[in-house]
């Protein structure tokens, strides 16, 4: 128990030091190097970078459809997730009965949902090629964040199958990996965009590491 009390803090630790620099990043974004060369002449901040970066890879309708349907499926995860819980809620009949790490996730859930109308309503830049809200990236916040809970809840379902635990893992891995990049390399984003939305994933994705493996772990192994 004294060992993951203190993996708890250790991992929260650092899903706080994530979103502090995520902060701090955002804040950057916002001051450094700004100039009118957005979407019909939007504020975009480091410029020069994101400019650079953005004629070297114009826009790709494949990559894009890619990324589309990868966001598609990370949704349906997070749909399939939730009607468990819910269903887990109806047949506990009440909150303090049912799973843990179902009530944390679909917190976990609430909070990606907080923070993506967040920086909808403030929007910190607008897209190269249209006048919508890019930072942070919302399908690389929604895919890492659904993908990877994604994975520790299957631990529950294969304890005693690591392997096959294992295997799972990799392939969300592999999904989350292919999601940045072409997102990244598809043309509708700034490179900063898809940084914050990589760093803002990561912080959460540690904060929910943290309270299920404090309070609902799949193992006795940390």
Not at 39 to 64: C, K, Q, R
Not at 94 to 122: H, S
Not at 145 to 170: E, G, H, N, W
Request: net charge positive; charged share 15%; aromatic share 14%.
């Amino acid at each position: 128990m004294a060992d993951r009390r203190a993996a708890f803090i250790r991992t929260l630790m650092l899903s706080l030091f994530l979103l502090l620099a995520f902060g701090a990043f955002t804040a950057a974004v916002m001051v450094f190097d700004v100039q009118p060369v957005g979407y019909e002449g939007s504020n975009i901040g480091f410029a020069s970078v994101n400019t650079w970066f953005h004629n070297a890879f114009p826009m790709d309708h494949e990559l894009y459809q890619l990324s589309e349907y990868i966001g598609y499926f990370a949704l349906g995860l997070a749909g399939v997730n939730g009607l468990a819980a819910l269903i887990d809620l109806i047949q506990s009949r009440g909150f303090g009965k049912m799973k843990k790490r179902n009530l944390i996730v679909c917190l976990y859930y609430a909070v990606v949902v907080g923070f993506y109308v967040l920086f909808e309503l403030f929007a910190v830049n607008l897209r190269p090629i249209e006048a919508e809200a890019s930072y942070p990236s919302s399908h690389t916040l929604l895919a890492l964040t659904v993908l990877y809970s994604q994975m520790l809840l299957f631990r529950f379902s294969a304890k005693s199958k690591r392997f096959l635990a294992r295997i799972f893992s990799v392939c969300m891995v592999i999904i989350m990996i292919v999601m940045v990049f072409s997102r990244l390399l598809c043309g509708v984003h700034w490179l900063t965009d898809i940084a914050g939305g990589v760093l803002l994933s990561l912080a959460l994705m540690a904060g929910l590491k943290a309270f299920i493996y404090r309070f609902d772990p799949p193992s006795a192994n940390y």
